[in-house]
Structure formats: C-alpha cells, structure tokens
C-alpha cells in the first residue's frame, strides 16, 4: 500500500497557510459546494463547500487524473469561515478545487470552482435611436442604457452562495465622468427620480442599467451639459478591486476595472445638423472623413470661428446654428484643408474653407474616420549601427523641437519623432548634453499629450525619458519665446555658444502652415506649443534669421517633419548661399505632411533600423526591423549620407509622390542644399569620420576548455565590428587542421540578427582526448578578417536523456509565480515543452529531452520577459528564474544599472567581474545560474569552481535595463581540472569592497535553485 505522505512528497507539492484580511462576521458571503468563486474575494464562508472536517484543499494540473495522481497543489485553510481567494495563491490556478483531507490519491469531494474575473468595456445603448452609441455619440434628450458583461453575474445566478445578516452584496460600481472631470454617483432617468449608479447588482448576461436620460431637467436647468462623457465598471465583489491589482500595483484593467469607454452628448439640434451634413454634403458615406461639432448650437448673427494663425471664418447667418467640422484629411498633420458649417434651424447650411483647428470652439467627434494619434512605442537604444569609419561627434550638436500647439493636436506621434531621433543622435556618438530638446510644455505639470481619439479625447504627460536608459532628459518647453531664445543663446558670445566649426543638426516635427492674412500673408510657419495670435508659431524669416546668427559653426542641416516646411527652403538656404546648409522636408510649401511617413522613413534611414528595433529583439520577431539598406554606396560604406537617407524615405514613407504639385493624400519630399554643402562631402553625414573603423571578429563561443558532445546542439556565437552587410563562414579545425565546413559559402550574416549558429555536432567526430579543436569565423570577402575560438574537445553524447524543472519567482525571491513558458529547439524552433509553471517550489518537470541547446521564453502581463538559452544534459537541470514587475508610470525612471546573465557548464561557479580599464577581480558572492546587477560600462567577467580549470574572460558591454532590454547573456562551459582548483589569491577582493568600487551588484531574475 502506497503511504499518504508519499503522493505529497513525490509530487513536491507547496502546502500554503493563508492568512486572511480581517472580515467582520457580519459581511461574510457563504459558499456552497461547487460555487464559482474568484481571484480576489476576501470574507468567504466555506464551511458548507468542505467535505467533513477537511481543512485542506487540492489542485490537479489540467489532464491529471485525480484518482490516482497526487495534487499539483495544496493549500491548508487557517479559517473556514474567513476565506481568501488571494491572488499569490490562484493566479494560474484557476478552475476546480476539491476538498482534501490531506491522504489522498484522489480527493473527498469538489469545493469551489476558482474563475478569474473579467469586466468588459461598458456598451452603450441608445433606446431613442435603437443604436450602440458607444464611442459615439447622441442627442440630449435620449435614454442611454449601460450594458455590462461579467462573468462576475454567476454569484447572483447561480444560487450558490448566500449572503450572512448584513452582508450587502452587489458587485459593480458604475463610473461616469462629465466633461469638467467630475465623477457622478446618480443618474436622473425619465421621471427625474435619481438612480444610484454604484451597487449595481449584475445578474444576467449581458446586464442593462437603468435608464439615463440625458435631458433631465430637475431644476429648470438642464442637468448634463452637452460633451464627452467617460464611462467605465468597477467590481466591488468582496474587496476584489483592493486585493486584485497588477504586479506594479496598478488596478487591474478588463479584470477588477473595465477599460473606459465615451459617449459625446450633443444639443438636440446640433445632432440633426450634423446628420444634414453628412447627408447633404457627403452623400450621406463618412468613409475616410471625419466629421465633429460643436456641442452646443451658438448665437448669430455673422457667427465667426477663431483659427490658428490669427485667421478665421465668418458666416452670414441671421440667427442661431450649429457648427460642424468636416476633415477630408484626417491623418494629415496641420495645417489642411478642412470645412466648417454652419447649420440654422431651417437645415440650411453654409460652408466656409479654412486650413486649421478652430481656437474658440472645441469641436468634438461625431462620425467618420478616427485616426491613430501614435503608436504606443517604449523607447529602447539598442546601440547597434556601426560603421566602417571611428565617429568623431565632438563638435556635433543637435536641436530637436516638436511644438504641438496644443494637447489636443500634440500627438502621441511627435513624441515618438523626437524619442527616435535622440536615440540615432547618440547612437552615432552624440554626447546628451550636446542634444537640446524642446517639446510641448516641458516638464511642466499636467497632461500636455493626445494618446486616443480625433479629435482628442484622451490625454497623457509626455514621458521626459527618451531612450529608455537611465533617468529622464532635460527637456524644455516649446514656446516660440522659448524656442527663440535658445536659438538666439547659441551664437557667438551666447550663454549656450556653439564652438567653433560645429555642425548643427535642427530637427522640427508636429505642425506647420502658411499664413493667409496680415502683412506676412505668405510666410510659412511652424507652431510652437501654446499663446495666441502670432505667439503660436515662428515665421520663416525668424527661424532662418536666429541660424543666420551662427557664424561660427561650419554647417547647419534643417530636417523638417511639418506641413509646409519646403516652404522654409528658399529663405535657409537662398538667405545665405554661401554658407553650407542643407534643408530635409516632408512636404512641399503648398502642401501637408501625413502623419509619420516622411519622419519613420528618413530616421530609419540614418539609423539603420526602425525604432521597433530594440537590444533584445529575436530573429524571429525583429529581422524585419534591422539593416534596412539605406546605404546605397557601392561597395558599402557603412555610413548614410543625407542623400541616400533623402532617398530611402521617398520610398518607404507610404505619403510619397514624385509629383511636385499637391497630389491629395500625398506630400513630396526633398532636399536642397548650398553649393558648399555640396561640395563638403563630410558635412552629409551625421559624423564626422576620422578614419578606418575596427574590423574585427571575437568568437564568444566556444571560449575554450569546453566538452561538447556529439550529436547535440551547441550556439557558436561571436561579436563582429564594422562588419555590416558581410558574411562569414564557419570552419571546424582539429589539431590545427581544417576538418570541415560548419557553415559554407555563401556564408551568413557577420552581424546578424543573430551572430550566432546553432550547429548540430555530427557522430562521426573524432573523440579522443588527443583530439582538441577550435572554431574559426572568417569574412567570405577581402578583406578578410578571422576569429578563432578557444580550444575545446568533443566526447561522445550521453546515453541517457535529460529533463528540465522550472521553477518561477517574483523579484525579491520571497514567492513564487505561475508564468507561462516554452521550451524550443534552437535548431528549429520546435516546441518541446510548454506550459505554465506552478506557483510553487514544485516548479515544472518537462518530459525526456534529448542532450542539446534549447530557448526557454517566460512571459507573464505585467513582468519583463525572460528569454534564455540552457544546455541541458543527462540527469534532471533545475533553474530558478526570478520576474522583474514593470513599472506603470512612463515617467518612472529606469534602474541605474544593467544585467549580465551569467550560467555556466556545471552551474554553481562563483562569479569574478572587474571594469576592463580595472587590474582587480571582485568576488560577487555569487554562483551561476545568476543575473548580476552592474552600472552602465564595459566589463570583464569570469567564473571559477572548485575542480574546474578557471574560465576564460569575457568581455562585455552593460548597459542600463528597460522594458524591452533583457540582461547580457554570457555562458562558460567549464573543463574538469586534473588537480584542485587553488583558492581565491589574495588580489580578489571580499564583497564589501565592491560597492565602493562598483556602486553595488545586485541579484535579481534568476538564482540556482539549491
């Protein structure tokens, strides 16, 4: 007879005392067997759902027969009758629970069934129009019902719970926000008798509130003004909202928190005008236009609308109407052309052309096409463009500005504009404080950014940090004085005075235009961030006159993202021919830029890859977005110049026409530049070269001492400089002779995506321990350079098979987590293993896995991924990986430090680092499999275990952690020494010492389970 401890020590199961949030007896909800409950109730009764006097329960992984397998996991209950449905605890360990006693195999009964909660975006219903209205729009006057999906309903369906004396149970709280930002708590419906929005007791699916009617007039007054109405669903389940929350503590959005929705509420008449307009002048087809109103209709007579750039449209109406905005170009930036109606009571309509954004009158959606503002994009600085000369950029400067008039128009787009391009600036060698910033308002207080809706309906503070490394850069605000005079500071004898010979670099995106009016009628202008009149924007002959000022530098390139901008050309450069400048535009003078076309392409030019580009992209997912080819020159010469990144964007921005007049929906890019500008060929290039780059070829892998067996998978990996554009061969050398071709010609990539080979060691190698061999990478083409690998030997592969436990964590290693993982072949990518791991020290055994390399990938919402690579040999290979939670706030600086991810071949090697410019190995204290936290800068790292023979060095380069930046892998494969290892000489320093020196090493992500 099998003991009962048995099944619970064989299965490594994590037994969990709960401890409770304290819950008055009087609120507690009773659960009766095989009721749903969810992650996030505190205060449950229980007792009825046990099976007799059980005060455990018991979890079977999905397919586990649980009659004759032992639990995967087992929590013991402290109280009975003051349950907690703890997130730590259930997370990934959703559906049904049975009542245990603690012997097994097999239960005593089912308990509960544990769902994860969800709260869908709250559906709008107009009963006037029989219409969803949700993100749209309806006429005061209508009733709107809220519709709410949950899978929450069932603790009212069910009949499987039941309330103790006291216990108010309703499970949704309703949300509506006005448009002065206010939150109501009750709505009037059609007999002005209020409703109380909070305490929704949702029992159906889907559910329907009570009515909303948006025409109440409770005290002669109408209640609701018309605008833009936010609506969204909390749960209120038993505490959920307050126990359920992200990893960084944020509410758990489509879980405890629905996602917002909107409703715009417009004056009875304004909503027919609107209709009279879509009918009369579109035809009644809104396709790829978008229409907007203002809310309220307006008095007459002569009605006048307010524009940007001090203009304005004036009607003739007699009497009062409605104004309606048609946008025939909405994903054009302004200035375009738009129309503005004016509706009377009667439907007769009146259209007056204009080209900007009204100043007086907020306009708000109605129909129509919704364009994106910007894609929500994590800065990453990969660092990974190099080219075939030594950058010198230390009389380089830049100067990005990106105005944005408003935070109804400063879309998400030109923070993205300005992020990337601070990123290609210090790619090529930029010192940061060489790079002015002025965008929008600064870092000034208050949402200043547009992030959803057309018009703007969402709004965020722009991040200051810009390439997603160390903490937030300075950045200034965007108004003409600003802008003005931070020109004006940079000439000679200015408090910010470039040097002598410098070569300048302004780029300007958001908005431009041309003035219609006034006496600078004609002159084209770029908006700054807010004032009014001619306080918003800066002429042409202003911008070119604070340049002009700049005597002492030795070039100027103006790249300009604006509508409008050629319209600059003629002054920069015609001003003063002789000087040498150069003008990059998107659009022609007569005529708009289109989102982000000409500025996606043009800075992926100059790059080399597009921003999607990051430090931890994969083959898989980022070939796409790296070596985009802009350098044409032949043979390549690893630098764009100006022209050919001019001629990269005309292809890849989607907006450009070859056509010099307007072409609707397009914009025609170009470039013009002074007769010296042209002959300077250096001043093309973001640079300046200084002479041949490092040519080079460092094989990482093997690094020497290694015992590779045949018949498995190893990673032949190595670091190219300057290389871009060649490939390489792979070569096996076995006591100095050539023995085959691991990878012939043509060859493959010197610089990747990867610079790596996965290469499956053949069964005819040689395996005597007389036999050493190396691994050469060599250019396929003159010149030619070589790496050589270490020497390293090959046995014979293991008989027996291996498997690989996974064992999960949160940061500070005081729980654990279920994450979702994947094992695959590096070979291949086949899936050999996938799943989720339990939240517990069980972790997860995979099934037999034949001796190689493997990927292992875990992602879970909320947490950084892991993607690491793990020889796994005969026996079973344990590892702990620990999550980083990532933080919610854009503004929240990133850590002072990056990681090195250090494992080894046997794991349990003490880890020594030392700065390359350093004579001093430290002692980390610790072993692999371990990410060491380092300060940014170049580093030296090495392992040593007792009876190995000390590891070769590695250098590396850290840098600092992001979202989308995984550790620096590195791995040593140890060889058996014939003797002991000797201790650590007296040069190694004891750990204290390294903060002193280092700052401090941290531990983090992933620890050798013990």
Same mark, same amino acid.
């Given at each position: 007879?099998?003991?009962?401890?048995?099944?619970?020590?064989?299965?490594?199961?994590?037994?969990?005392?709960?401890?409770?949030?304290?819950?008055?007896?009087?609120?507690?909800?009773?659960?009766?067997?095989?009721?749903?409950?969810?992650?996030?109730?505190?205060?449950?009764?229980?007792?009825?759902?046990?099976?007799?006097?059980?005060?455990?329960? !018991?979890?079977?992984?999905?397919?586990?027969?649980?009659?004759?397998?032992?639990?995967?996991?087992? +929590?013991?209950?402290?109280?009975?009758?003051?349950?907690?449905?703890?997130?730590?605890?259930?997370?990934?360990?959703?559906?049904?629970?049975?009542?245990?006693?603690?012997?097994?195999?097999?239960?005593?009964?089912?308990?509960?069934?544990?769902?994860?909660?969800?709260?869908?975006?709250?559906?709008? /219903?107009?009963?006037?129009?029989?219409?969803?209205?949700?993100?749209?729009?309806?006429?005061?006057?209508?009733?709107?019902?809220?519709?709410?999906?949950?899978?929450?309903?069932?603790?009212?369906?069910?009949?499987?719970?039941?309330?103790?004396? &006291?216990?108010?149970?309703?499970?949704?709280?309703?949300?509506?926000?006005?448009?002065?930002?206010?939150?109501?708590?009750?709505?009037?419906?059609?007999?002005?008798?209020?409703? =109380?929005?909070?305490?929704?007791?949702?029992?159906?699916?889907?559910?329907?509130?009570?009515?909303?009617?948006?025409?109440?007039?409770?005290?002669?007054?109408?209640?609701?003004?018309?605008?833009?109405?936010?609506? /969204?669903?909390?749960?209120?389940?038993?505490?959920?909202?307050?126990?359920?929350?992200?990893?960084?503590?944020?509410?758990?959005?489509?879980?405890?928190?629905?996602?917002?929705?909107?409703?715009?509420?417009?004056?009875?008449?304004?909503?027919?005008?609107?209709?009279?307009?879509?009918?009369?002048?579109?035809?009644?087809?809104?396709?790829?236009?978008?229409?907007?109103?203002?809310?309220?209709?307006?008095?007459?007579?002569?009605?006048?609308?307010?524009? #940007?750039?001090?203009?304005?449209?004036?009607?003739?109406?007699? &009497?009062?109407?409605?104004?309606?905005?048609?946008?025939?170009?909405?994903?054009?930036?302004?200035?375009?052309?738009?129309?503005?109606?004016?509706?009377?009571?009667?439907?007769?309509?009146?259209?007056?052309?204009?080209?900007?954004?009204?100043?007086?009158?907020?306009?708000?959606?109605?129909?129509?096409?919704?364009?994106?503002?910007?894609?929500? #994009?994590?800065?990453?600085?990969?660092?990974? #463009? =190099?080219?075939?000369?030594?950058?010198?950029?230390?009389? $380089?400067?830049?100067?990005?500005?990106?105005?944005?008039? @408003?935070?109804?128009?400063?879309?998400?787009?030109?923070?993205?504009?300005?992020?990337?391009?601070?990123?290609?600036?210090?790619?090529?060698?930029?010192?940061?404080?060489?790079?002015?910033?002025?965008?929008?308002?600064?870092?000034?207080?208050?949402?200043?950014?547009? +992030?959803?809706?057309?018009?703007?309906?969402?709004?965020?503070?722009?991040?200051?940090?810009?390439?997603?490394?160390?903490?937030?850069?300075?950045?200034?605000?965007?108004?003409?004085?600003?802008?003005?005079?931070?020109?004006?500071?940079?000439?000679?004898?200015?408090?910010?005075?470039?040097?002598?010979?410098?070569?300048?670099?302004?780029?300007?995106?958001?908005?431009?235009?041309?003035?219609?009016?006034?006496?600078? !009628?004609?002159?084209?202008?770029?908006? !700054?961030?807010?004032?009014?009149?001619?306080?918003?924007?800066?002429?042409?002959?202003?911008?070119?006159?604070?340049? $002009?000022?700049?005597?002492?530098?030795?070039?100027?390139?103006?790249?300009?993202?604006?509508?409008?901008?050629?319209?600059?050309?003629?002054?920069?450069?015609?001003?003063?021919?002789?000087?040498?400048?150069?003008?990059?535009?998107?659009?022609?003078?007569?005529?708009?830029?289109?989102?982000?076309?000409?500025?996606?392409?043009?800075?992926?030019?100059?790059?080399?890859?597009?921003?999607?580009?990051?430090?931890?992209?994969?083959?898989?997912?980022?070939?796409?977005?790296?070596?985009?080819?802009?350098?044409?020159?032949?043979?390549?010469?690893?630098?764009?110049?100006?022209?050919?990144? %001019?001629?990269?964007?005309?292809?890849?921005?989607?907006?450009?026409?070859?056509?010099?007049?307007?072409?609707?929906?397009?914009?025609?890019?170009?470039?013009?530049?002074?007769?010296?500008?042209?002959?300077?060929?250096?001043?093309?290039?973001?640079?300046?070269?200084?002479?041949?780059?490092?040519?080079?070829?460092?094989?990482?892998?093997?690094?020497?001492?290694?015992?590779?067996?045949?018949?498995?998978?190893?990673? %032949?990996?190595?670091?190219?400089?300057?290389?871009?554009?060649?490939?390489?061969? +792979?070569?096996?050398?076995?006591?100095?002779? #050539?023995?085959?071709?691991?990878?012939?010609?043509?060859?493959?990539?010197?610089?990747?995506?990867?610079?790596?080979?996965?290469?499956?060691?053949?069964?005819?190698?040689?395996?005597?321990?007389?036999?050493?061999?190396? %691994?050469?990478?060599?250019?396929?083409?003159?010149?030619?350079?070589?790496?050589?690998?270490?020497?390293?030997?090959?046995?014979?592969?293991?008989?027996?098979?291996?498997?690989?436990?996974?064992?999960?964590?949160?940061?500070?290693?005081?729980?654990?987590?279920?994450?979702?993982?994947?094992?695959?072949?590096?070979?291949?990518?086949?899936?050999?293993?996938?799943?989720?791991?339990?939240?517990?020290?069980?972790?997860?055994?995979? !099934?037999?896995?034949?001796?190689?390399?493997?990927?292992?990938?875990? =992602?879970?919402?909320?947490?950084?991924?892991?993607?690491?690579?793990?020889?796994?040999?005969?026996?079973?290979?344990?590892?702990?990986?620990?999550?980083?939670?990532?933080?919610?706030?854009?503004?929240?600086?990133?850590?002072?430090?990056?990681?090195?991810?250090?494992?080894?071949?046997?794991?349990?090697?003490?880890?020594?680092?030392?700065?390359? =410019?350093?004579?001093?190995?430290?002692?980390? @204290?610790?072993?692999?499999?371990?990410?060491?936290?380092?300060?940014?800068?170049?580093?030296?790292?090495?392992?040593?275990?007792?009876?190995?023979?000390?590891?070769?060095?590695?250098?590396?380069?850290?840098?600092?952690?992001?979202?989308?930046?995984?550790?620096?892998?590195?791995?040593?494969?140890?060889?058996?020494?014939?003797?002991?290892?000797?201790?650590?000489?007296?040069?190694?320093?004891?750990?204290?010492? +390294?903060?002193?020196?280092?700052?401090?090493?941290?531990?983090?992500?992933?620890?050798?389970?013990?």
């Amino acid at each position: 007879m099998i003991s009962k401890s048995f099944f619970q020590v064989m299965a490594g199961v994590f037994l969990i005392c709960l401890f409770l949030p304290a819950v008055s007896a009087s609120t507690r909800t009773e659960i009766f067997q095989g009721a749903e409950v969810f992650i996030g109730e505190q205060g449950l009764d229980i007792t009825t759902a046990m099976y007799g006097g059980d005060t455990q329960i !018991a979890w079977w992984a999905s397919g586990a027969d649980v009659n004759t397998t032992a639990p995967s996991k087992i +929590i013991f209950i402290g109280s009975l009758n003051n349950f907690y449905v703890a997130p730590s605890d259930f997370v990934g360990y959703t559906g049904i629970w049975y009542s245990f006693d603690g012997t097994g195999p097999g239960p005593d009964a089912i308990a509960f069934v544990v769902s994860d909660p969800y709260l869908e975006p709250v559906k709008i /219903w107009d009963e006037d129009t029989g219409t969803y209205v949700t993100d749209s729009h309806a006429g005061r006057g209508d009733h709107l019902i809220f519709n709410i999906s949950t899978n929450m309903y069932s603790v009212f369906a069910s009949g499987d719970r039941a309330n103790m004396p &006291g216990d108010v149970d309703e499970n949704i709280d309703l949300k509506v926000r006005d448009p002065t930002g206010a939150i109501y708590t009750a709505l009037f419906d059609t007999s002005i008798t209020q409703w =109380t929005l909070t305490g929704q007791r949702v029992d159906a699916l889907p559910y329907a509130s009570s009515r909303w009617y948006t025409g109440a007039q409770s005290l002669g007054p109408y209640d609701y003004d018309p605008g833009t109405y936010t609506v /969204w669903a909390e749960s209120t389940l038993n505490s959920m909202k307050d126990n359920y929350k992200r990893p960084d503590g944020a509410d758990y959005t489509g879980k405890t928190v629905s996602s917002l929705t909107t409703v715009t509420i417009f004056d009875s008449p304004v909503q027919i005008a609107i209709q009279d307009v879509i009918d009369d002048e579109l035809g009644g087809v809104t396709t790829g236009v978008t229409v907007s109103a203002y809310p309220l209709t307006v008095p007459g007579p002569n009605t006048q609308v307010n524009v #940007w750039g001090g203009n304005s449209v004036q009607f003739a109406n007699a &009497g009062a109407c409605s104004l309606v905005l048609v946008d025939r170009a909405p994903e054009a930036n302004w200035e375009h052309p738009v129309s503005y109606y004016c509706v009377d009571a009667t439907g007769s309509s009146e259209k007056q052309d204009a080209s900007a954004p009204a100043t007086d009158y907020q306009f708000l959606y109605s129909d129509g096409k919704t364009p994106s503002p910007g894609e929500v #994009w994590q800065p990453d600085d990969p660092y990974v #463009w =190099t080219q075939a000369c030594v950058n010198d950029c230390s009389n $380089n400067y830049a100067v990005l500005i990106s105005g944005g008039n @408003d935070r109804n128009n400063n879309y998400r787009r030109y923070w993205n504009d300005i992020a990337f391009m601070y990123i290609n600036l210090k790619e090529y060698g930029y010192d940061p404080t060489h790079i002015t910033v002025m965008m929008s308002d600064g870092d000034g207080p208050g949402a200043d950014r547009c +992030i959803a809706g057309y018009p703007c309906t969402q709004y965020d503070d722009s991040p200051r940090n810009l390439d997603g490394t160390g903490g937030n850069e300075t950045v200034l605000d965007a108004s003409r004085t600003t802008i003005l005079n931070t020109l004006e500071s940079m000439k000679p004898g200015g408090s910010k005075a470039l040097p002598a010979g410098a070569n300048l670099i302004v780029f300007t995106t958001a908005h431009g235009g041309v003035l219609t009016s006034g006496a600078n !009628a004609g002159r084209h202008i770029i908006y !700054a961030w807010g004032g009014t009149g001619d306080g918003q924007y800066i002429l042409d002959t202003e911008l070119v006159a604070k340049l $002009n000022q700049l005597t002492q530098v030795n070039s100027i390139t103006l790249i300009m993202e604006n509508c409008n901008s050629g319209g600059f050309k003629d002054e920069f450069i015609g001003s003063l021919p002789a000087r040498n400048r150069k003008i990059l535009y998107a659009a022609a003078g007569d005529e708009p830029s289109w989102g982000n076309g000409f500025s996606n392409a043009l800075t992926t030019a100059f790059a080399g890859h597009t921003r999607w580009y990051t430090s931890s992209c994969q083959p898989s997912t980022c070939s796409a977005e790296y070596d985009k080819g802009a350098d044409t020159s032949n043979p390549g010469d690893e630098r764009v110049s100006a022209t050919e990144a %001019i001629g990269y964007a005309r292809l890849n921005d989607p907006f450009y026409t070859a056509n010099a007049g307007p072409v609707p929906g397009k914009e025609h890019s170009d470039m013009a530049m002074t007769s010296l500008a042209a002959s300077d060929t250096a001043s093309q290039y973001m640079s300046t070269c200084t002479g041949a780059a490092t040519r080079s070829i460092t094989v990482r892998n093997p690094a020497g001492g290694e015992n590779w067996a045949r018949e498995t998978t190893r990673m %032949i990996n190595w670091n190219a400089q300057g290389l871009t554009g060649r490939n390489v061969t +792979i070569k096996l050398y076995k006591s100095g002779a #050539w023995n085959r071709d691991i990878v012939p010609l043509p060859g493959v990539s010197a610089t990747g995506p990867p610079m790596s080979y996965t290469w499956l060691l053949p069964a005819d190698l040689a395996t005597s321990t007389s036999d050493v061999y190396t %691994i050469k990478v060599q250019t396929v083409d003159t010149p030619t350079v070589t790496g050589t690998s270490g020497v390293f030997r090959i046995s014979v592969k293991p008989t027996t098979n291996g498997q690989l436990k996974i064992i999960t964590k949160n940061e500070a290693g005081t729980s654990y987590l279920a994450v979702p993982f994947t094992v695959t072949t590096v070979m291949d990518g086949a899936v050999v293993a996938s799943g989720t791991t339990p939240a517990s020290s069980a972790g997860f055994t995979t !099934a037999a896995l034949t001796p190689g390399t493997y990927n292992i990938s875990l =992602t879970r919402d909320g947490y950084y991924p892991i993607n690491a690579i793990q020889y796994i040999g005969s026996g079973t290979t344990t590892k702990t990986y620990k999550l980083i939670a990532i933080p919610s706030d854009p503004n929240t600086d990133t850590p002072p430090f990056g990681g090195v991810d250090v494992s080894s071949g046997p794991d349990g090697a003490t880890i020594l680092v030392k700065k390359t =410019t350093d004579t001093v190995w430290m002692n980390t @204290d610790m072993e692999t499999d371990t990410v060491v936290l380092l300060p940014p800068g170049d580093y030296d790292i090495k392992v040593v275990k007792d009876g190995y023979l000390d590891s070769v060095i590695q250098t590396l380069t850290v840098e600092s952690m992001t979202l989308t930046r995984e550790p620096v892998k590195v791995y040593f494969d140890l060889t058996l020494a014939e003797y002991p290892s000797p201790e650590f000489p007296s040069a190694f320093l004891p750990a204290a010492m +390294i903060i002193g020196l280092l700052g401090a090493v941290l531990l983090i992500h992933r620890t050798r389970e013990q």
